[in-house]
């Protein structure tokens, strides 16, 4: 069974950047679509940003033109870079397949990856 870990969280003033990295077990990062999804206390999980099998990104309006999407095939590894972030995007964020906008995987998620935006 493939796994995804994601990385480099962490505390950011308002208005600053984060890259957070998703790392996978296996092939799957090419192999389907996959998004980053995030959720903030007391809140359900979102998706954020969808790469396809083939490349195509697509953002949520919260995030578009803010987020960037990519992977690394080669290193099985697929990335999030945040920028002008918000005290609202504070949120745990994970990767994971990501075949439809309206709902969520029912397994496969990784431990998370803790943004805090704050002053």
């Known amino acids: 069974q493939v796994q995804l870990v994601e990385s480099g969280g962490g505390l950011v003033q308002p208005g600053g950047s984060l890259t957070l990295s998703c790392q996978a077990s296996g092939s799957i990062l090419s192999a389907y679509n996959m998004g980053w999804y995030r959720q903030a206390p007391g809140k359900q999980r979102e998706l954020l940003a969808v790469i396809t099998s083939v490349g195509n990104t697509n953002y949520a309006d919260s995030v578009k033109g803010r987020f960037t999407i990519s992977r690394d095939n080669a290193k099985n590894t697929m990335y999030l870079r945040m920028n002008s972030l918000k005290p609202e995007d504070t949120a745990v964020y994970y990767c994971?397949?990501?075949?439809?906008?309206?709902?969520?995987?029912?397994?496969?998620w990784g431990p998370g990856a803790q943004v805090t935006v704050s002053s």
């Open positions: 994971n397949r990501a075949e439809s906008w309206f709902s969520v995987p029912v397994s496969g």
